[in-house]
């Protein structure tokens, strides 16, 4: 049977290969057994393995599934998605931030939660400002649920995101009653609950977070204040940066 011949990426091939011999290998199955699991010819199989075959998306899937691996491991090497900035960017502008370009950006197996978008989006030294500036825009469009933000939240391993997805919960609502916000707050409820469990971690013993861009401290926005936060941001930050993700500034 003549087969289509495709072309492959050199750097995209050698990864590929190796992603399936080793996926292959971790099952212990030799390249006729999986050939025969995965409904492709075996010399298809040893052409992938040198990088100088590319499967279509069905022999794709189907070697996904004979191996028990995620897209994801075939195409990158990662069980799961990274949590960087690329691997984020999908997530992101699926929730609400448009005009999010990301150099690089990497494309999913799956989409994640909003809970753990978030969280992940909040974790670091130096959170990326053009999403941290929109988050409420995406916080005014979801209803998270509680349990999986507190949990998302320790997975991350930064004790600052509870406190900084509250202060953001604060500015949120406070935003929605601006006429030029540009969302409606679907679950208000929510983001109030979310404040208020959350309010218990600050510790006003320790220097106020500044998100690796300080700011004034003295100044008299309660968010910032109720919640030890020296970020240089301000309110009409957000409320722009809102604007800009929804569409609504060019």
């Not at 290998?25 to 298809?44: D, K």
């Not at 939240?153 to 406190?163: M, N």
């Not at 957000?238 to 060019?250: D, M, N, P, T, V």
Request: proline share 6%; glycine share 6%; with cysteine.
């Amino acid at each position: 049977m003549n087969t289509v011949q495709r072309e492959v990426e050199p750097e995209f091939g050698r990864q590929f290969s190796d992603n399936v011999k080793s996926a292959r290998e971790l099952r212990l199955l030799t390249q006729n057994e999986l050939a025969i699991l995965a409904s492709i010819s075996r010399p298809q199989i040893v052409r992938m393995e040198s990088g100088s075959y590319s499967p279509d998306v069905p022999q794709l899937l189907r070697l996904a599934a004979a191996l028990r691996v995620p897209l994801e491991y075939l195409t990158a090497g990662r069980w799961r998605p990274s949590s960087s900035l690329r691997g984020l960017a999908f997530d992101l502008h699926r929730l609400g931030i448009r005009d999010l370009e990301v150099s690089g950006s990497e494309v999913p197996g799956s989409l994640r939660h909003p809970e753990e978008v978030v969280a992940l989006a909040l974790a670091g030294d130096r959170p990326e400002v053009r999403v941290l500036e929109a988050l409420p825009l995406v916080l005014a469009g979801v209803r998270l649920r509680v349990p999986l933000v507190n949990a998302f939240a320790l997975s991350t391993g930064d004790k600052r995101v509870r406190t900084r997805l509250g202060w953001l919960c604060d500015i949120t609502l406070i935003l929605s009653k601006q006429s030029t916000f540009p969302a409606t707050v679907v679950a208000p409820r929510s983001l109030e609950v979310l404040s208020k469990r959350f309010l218990r971690f600050v510790d006003k013993k320790a220097a106020p977070d500044t998100l690796g861009h300080p700011g004034n401290f003295t100044s008299r926005l309660l968010p910032w204040k109720r919640w030890h936060i020296n970020y240089a941001g301000r309110l009409d930050d957000f409320l722009k940066r809102s604007q800009e993700a929804a569409g609504g500034i060019k």
